[in-house]
């Protein structure tokens, strides 16, 4: 997605909110508008997702599924969590068939079981905004732009934005994210946008020490991966995707594998030059391994330069 010189104003003598505005981000890439207290944040999220048009230049290259997360959930429509997301989903382009299941899903995921049948109006503002996120997610967007997404979310709630990024992330998405409380220091690889005075600079996203980035494969225990995606996130990674390959329980290991039961793929995208990533797999997994060492060979492999020797 892309800004070529775009111009905004609301009214026609009004004044500029934005002038000659050129950003854009590509695919895999995250950028966090940044500015005081009306300075435009949210009118440029607005252009990027195509809830405004610009009055001078254009927008271009916007994927064609965009997950838009206002600032404020609008609560004020008469249907029930499930009602509303099973409806969106339809919206989005899912069959009768996969829109209940896909709601079903993100009420789970978002922890909104217990409130799939209360109607949209009765719900808190972080309950609302949860249903926000989960509307954005029904289909996996190719923009995904949220405006304060951590605005009245509880600590579960907020711990899954960062992981929602990834994944769209990870998927090839964009994802473009306003933020006032600093929450995103927790996306160290975004790309900042400040807007001032009608302006928006950007710098790109730091290629941390030692230049190119490797992603690695770390094996975990099941039972050790929130554990171990949380510590690599607080050590600045970027974790970009947990599966669960794990073989039937009853199926044997064969010698010299380890019996791990799930696995996180850290933990850094390619280098902003455009080489390709550098893949490496380091097994910590099985159980053997303390949890000291476990770390400490996912964090030694994800170093810069240093995965692949
Ligand atoms: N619908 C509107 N009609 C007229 N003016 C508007 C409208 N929406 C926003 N503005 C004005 O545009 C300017 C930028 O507002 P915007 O909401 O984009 O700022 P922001 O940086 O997101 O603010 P905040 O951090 O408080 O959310 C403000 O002066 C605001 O009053």
């Known amino acids: 997605m892309r800004c070529e010189d775009v111009w905004l104003r609301y009214h026609r ?56 997360v206002p600032e404020r959930f609008p609560a004020d429509q008469p249907f029930t969590v499930r009602r509303y997301l099973t409806g969106m989903a339809r919206v989005a382009g899912l069959g009768p068939a996969e829109a209940g299941p896909a709601a079903d899903r993100w009420v789970e995921r978002l922890g909104l079981t217990g409130f799939r049948d209360v109607r949209l109006p009765e719900l808190s503002k972080g309950t609302a905004q949860k249903v926000g996120l989960a509307q954005a997610m029904l289909r996996r967007p190719g923009l995904l732009v949220l405006d304060e997404p951590w605005e009245g979310l509880d600590a579960a709630a907020r711990e899954l934005v960062p992981a929602l990024i990834d994944e769209v992330l990870a998927a090839g998405g964009s994802v473009l994210i306003s933020d006032h409380r600093g929450e995103t220091v927790r996306l160290p690889r975004a790309a900042r946008w400040t807007v001032s005075d009608g302006t928006v600079t950007a710098e790109g996203p ?104």
Do not use: F, M, Y
């Not at 949380?230 to 669960?244: K, T």
């Open 206 to 309: 730091s290629a941390g020490p030692g230049g190119p980035l490797a992603v690695v494969e770390i094996a975990v225990p099941a039972a050790r991966v929130a554990h171990a995606v949380a510590r690599l996130r607080a050590d600045g990674h970027h974790v970009l995707r947990v599966r669960s390959d794990a073989a039937p329980p009853d199926a044997p290991v064969p010698p010299g594998e380890h019996p791990a039961v799930g696995s996180a793929l850290a933990v850094d995208t390619a280098s902003a030059a455009g080489s390709a990533p550098i893949v490496d797999s380091v097994e910590v997994g099985g159980g053997s391994v303390p949890p000291t060492d476990e770390q400490g060979a996912a964090v030694r492999a994800a170093e810069p330069g240093r995965a692949r020797r």
């Open 13 to 68: 003598r009004g004044p500029w909110v934005l002038r000659a505005t050129s950003v854009g981000i590509g695919p895999g890439e995250a950028a966090v508008v940044l500015g005081r207290n009306g300075v435009g944040k949210s009118t440029l999220l607005q252009l990027a997702a195509g809830v405004l048009r610009p009055t001078r230049g254009r927008v271009v290259d916007r994927p064609r599924r965009v997950g838009w």
